[in-house]
């Protein structure tokens, strides 16, 4: 039997506060009202941990500590430098930190070990240093030439940034939507998922540490209809960065056009990876079968559907269902772990049920996935991977399942395949997979979305725009150099000369 790796102490010091407060203001304190809400191990179906609620009382304190330490901590006045060595020392922390942060991400979403060690929680620090140097670079003044006036913009930041994550990847997400906003001089409030909010008030204790003033990062965790809802109807912010669902997004935005307030919506996906003929199909199955069951299948930009060439059919077929039944399900601390169970069971229910209708819905089950049993943990939320086939007006070829479920359709023409890609609703990632260079660069051109992979899928890096469109979003994605602009309102300044 593989030997399971051991709870760091660090992790079950932090894990037994009872409950694990909210950070407002640089102090840890309790819910208003008192209340606490409960985070689960999906992996066991357990409780993992007590965390203070909050609620609309708790955002109004935490929006107006986040209004005073804008107007006078320091932070948004500070030189840039100074800011970006803050931000450095933060990094610096998390990457001290690296095995407490990993073991708390891995226990409360589910992910295996390895993953939140060798991507979620290096690439936050990652992401803070990525900002911290680029704010540096960034010239916040530029001349203006125009006759008879003496004339200058410079870019300022807004004041209180609201950031409302999800699920999925919580702490890399703070790292994409909280680093540009604090390295251009704006403070935080932060709304982090109810079933995932550990690790960001985890890294809070570092913000502490790493002499960030108080007020400048402040993390309320609670539920979105109450906590969630406070903050993005709250008037005292001004930016809100949303990532998560198209339904809670359109309620976020609406709050955000009656109030006046610019907002950033990262929404879901339904990505297509358009498989041609001149590709080996093992390797290229191979692929995606690991993109599609990253993370249990629960990443936006994932290759959900997989529109491949009459030609490798067959062969490509045939050897996803060989990686998919092959594949380790299993806890998240078990070594050999290569895909964990869905983050809640009310995500297992959501993909469950996708299957069936699917499936009442014409598709043929080529795997038909279902519940999976794991030894010595029955009540923990494990899936199978699925794979369907069929035409493109299924419901599992339309709808984002947030699981591990390919929906397969076959194609003869370049033409017949962009135009089963573009049929979504959905404007988040697609990828292409072709020997033929210049047909990849060609079709990868024709598929609308934020991000077109070439020979790839689930490609992120510092510098390259993450963004959506359509139904998955707007207001000029992440990662990008232009997200830190995002965070900077521009000003003119002007005197006419006499
Ligand atoms: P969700 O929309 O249910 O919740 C996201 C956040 O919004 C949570 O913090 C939640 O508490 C809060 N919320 C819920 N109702 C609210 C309300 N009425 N008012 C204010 N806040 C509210 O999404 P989820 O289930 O946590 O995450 C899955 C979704 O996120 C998927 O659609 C996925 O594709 C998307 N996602 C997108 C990206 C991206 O970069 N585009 C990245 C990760 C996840």
Redesign the pocket.
Known sequence: MTRVAQLLPQVRTFLDQRPIPMFINGEWVAASAGGTFQTLDPGQGRPLATVAEGQAADIERAVSAARTAFRSSGWATMPVQKRAAYLHRLADLVDRDRQILVQIEALDVGKPLAQADGFDIPNVAQTLRWYADLAVRTHREEPLQVAGLEARQIRVPYGVAAL??????PLL?VG?NLSPALAAGNTAVI?????TPLSTLYFCRLVQEAGIPAGVVNVVP????T???????HPGIHRLG????????R??AA?CGRNLVPVK?????KGAAVVFGDVDPAATAQALVAAVTLNTG????TATRWIVHERVWDEFVHAACTAMEALVIGHSFAPDTQMGPAVSEK?RQRILGYLQRGVEGGARAVLPGGRAEVAGHPSGFYVKPALLSGGPENICARD?I?GPVAYLMKFKEEAEAIDLVNRSAYG?ANSVWSQDLARAQRVAEALVAGNSWINAHNVFAHGVP???CNL??FGG??LGPDTLLDYLRPQSIVRPLG
């Open positions: 409302v994550l999800p699920w999925n990847f997400l994409w709304k982090p998922a109810e079933d609670g539920y979105g209809e906590a969630g809802r406070a903050l993005a109807e949303f990532t998560g669902s198209p339904e809670v997004g309620l976020i709050s919506l990262e929404l879901g996906g629960q990443v936006c930009c995500q984002e947030f988040l993450y963004a959506g998955s979003g994605g992440v």
